[in-house]
């Protein structure tokens, strides 16, 4: 398991690598939005040159043509747009003009819980689930192997629950989605045990996948001196809530928040 979660932070750190620098290409293809700030060139025209905002109104002012509404647009539609209006209003013949996007502020996701950065975030062109935990530094130590997606759609919205894990185990990247503006990022801590009585190192650990009650005892420094692997108890919470008391087997898996007891040896 510690192999596993060694391969995670490794695919972390190289993702990291890539997703700290936008591709062009992708930002062309991204739509503006409110805050984006742009460089405007037309060519042949050095004096409209312009560096600007888009408003909340979503709209950038232009020499010669005033404000322009240009949200929702990729730049490439933006830039045909303008060089539209340049043309229809008689100022020049067949313009070619150029966007730069500076600083994308429109594009904006929330990366909440157990990652190393939580934060708001601008993202820019087109970045996959691991592209954006990447982007954070990672999950956290105490992070789990769940992450919660939750994205407004049609009025509504929807939430979508993906095990990294398993999808970097199986190669699966169906479930590795694009993310969106306005996306929320939730990634939830990992499962925890508690094991007390007589073993070495008493204290609650991290629950990994399929986890013994043999594996959950050397975790916890093995039995001490007075221990006993008979009669081994684990107290359990049901679907209602009531605290059961279950003796269990050594091959027994453990649940997340059960709490393992070792008995002191009677001989």
Known sequence: MKAIRLIICALSLCLTTSASFADPGDIK????????????FVYGNPDLATETRIN????????????????????????????GLLENGGFLRKPQVSIFTLSVNSQQISVLGFVRNQGRYAIEGQRSLTDVLAMVG??????????????AQNNDFVKKEINVLEMIR?????????????DLIYVESAPRF????????PGFFRLE????????????GGLNQRGTER????????????????????????????VVYIQESLF
């Open 209 to 220: 996948p399929n986890m013994t009650v043999v594996q959950a005892l050397s975790v916890g």
């Open 194 to 201: 508690y094991i007390y009585g007589e073993v070495q190192r």
């Open 170 to 182: 199986s190669g699966d990247m169906s479930v590795n989605h694009n993310i969106r503006s306005g």
């Open 231 to 258: 009669g081994v108890r684990i107290q359990r919470r049901d679907g209602e809530g009531v605290l059961q008391v279950i003796k269990v087997k050594p091959d027994d898996l453990v649940q997340p928040d059960d």
């Open 29 to 40: 293809h991204s739509v503006l939005g409110s805050g984006d700030v742009l460089k405007v």
């Open 138 to 151: 990672g999950i956290s130590p105490d992070g789990g192997n769940i992450v919660t997606l939750i994205r």
């Open 56 to 83: 909340e109104e979503g709209k950038i002012t232009f020499p010669l043509l005033g404000e322009v509404a240009i949200d929702g647009l990729t730049p490439t539609a933006a830039e045909k747009k303008i060089a």
